[in-house]
């Protein structure tokens, strides 16, 4: 059975830091695709970053791009995402996401195409 646990995440003051940790177990993603996608009340789920097994190759959102950090422990089967500078229009419930396909480009930011997802975890940023 394949789970995917986020843990980090919680009340952070604008412009501080926080790190989200995804565990997987039940599979290996090695060759797939890892991803977090958020979700803001009153807002449609969005693709935040993604890295791929191999390289690793990393993706971003736009709002993502220079603030926030994703990487992954292969060894571990764990992906973390680092996110500086926080806003309060960054607060959400943040969701890991898996696949064993390299999704590439396009298709990695499409909440789709991940076969696996975890339960998320809450980040809130007041200002």
């Known amino acids: 059975q394949v789970q995917l646990v986020e843990s980090g995440g919680g009340s952070v003051q604008a412009g501080g830091s926080t790190r989200l940790s995804c565990a997987a177990s039940g599979r290996t993603f090695t060759n797939g695709v890892m991803g977090w996608f958020r979700r803001a009340p009153g807002k449609e789920l969005e693709f935040v970053a993604s890295?791929?097994?191999?390289?690793?190759?990393?993706y971003y959102a736009a709002f993502a791009q220079g603030r926030f950090i994703s990487s992954r422990d292969n060894a571990n089967n764990t992906m973390y995402l680092l996110m500086k500078s926080l806003r309060p229009e960054d607060t959400a419930l943040y969701y890991c996401?898996?696949?064993?396909?390299?999704?590439?480009?396009?298709?990695?930011?499409?909440?789709?195409?991940?076969?696996?997802w975890g339960q998320g975890t809450q980040v809130t940023v007041s200002s």
């Open positions: 996401a898996a696949d064993e396909s390299p999704l590439g480009l396009v298709r990695s930011r499409r909440w789709v195409e991940y076969e696996y």
């Open positions: 890295v791929s097994g191999s390289g690793p190759t990393t």
